[in-house]
C-alpha cells in the first residue's frame, strides 16, 4: 500500500486548510486510515483516524471541533479539512493506514506534508 498525502501549505491563524491523503496498491487489505503530526522536537501524535467504512472516527482532544476527516472511497482518498487553524498546528503531517482496527500500530506510511500556521 502507498500512501500519498498533499495539501499542506502556509497559512495565518485562523484560516484553513484540507489535507488530501490518495491510497493506492492492496488498499482493500486495510481497514483504518489516519492522520498523525509531529513538530519540530516534538514526538509524533495522533491527530484522527476512520475506518473506510466509516462507521468510526476518532479525533485527538486538541483538533476535535476544528478538524474533519472524510474519504472517497471512489477515490481511495481521504481528507482532513483543517479549520480554526492555530500556530500549535504547525507540523509535518502524515497519513497512515492500517490492516485492523484492532492493531495499535499503523502499517503503512506516507511521506509528510508541512502545515505552517502564522501568527
Known amino acids: 500500500v502507498q500512501l500519498q498525502a498533499s495539501g499542506g501549505g502556509l497559512v495565518q491563524a485562523g484560516g484553513s486548510l484540507r489535507l488530501s491523503c490518495a491510497a493506492s496498491g492492496r488498499t482493500a487489505s486495510t481497514d483504518v486510515m489516519g492522520w498523525f503530526r509531529q513538530a519540530p522536537g516534538k514526538e509524533r501524535e495522533f491527530v484522527a483516524g476512520m475506518t473506510w467504512n466509516g462507521v468510526s472516527t476518532s479525533y485527538a482532544d486538541s483538533v476535535k471541533g476544528r478538524f474533519t476527516f472524510s474519504r472517497d472511497n471512489a477515490k481511495n482518498t481521504v481528507y482532513l479539512q483543517m479549520n480554526s487553524l492555530k500556530p500549535d498546528d504547525t507540523a509535518l503531517y502524515y497519513c497512515?493506514?492500517?490492516?485492523?482496527?484492532?492493531?495499535?500500530?499503523?502499517?503503512?506510511w506516507g511521506q509528510g506534508t508541512l502545515v505552517t500556521v502564522s501568527s
Open positions: 497512515a493506514a492500517k490492516r485492523s482496527r484492532w492493531n495499535s500500530d499503523y502499517d503503512y
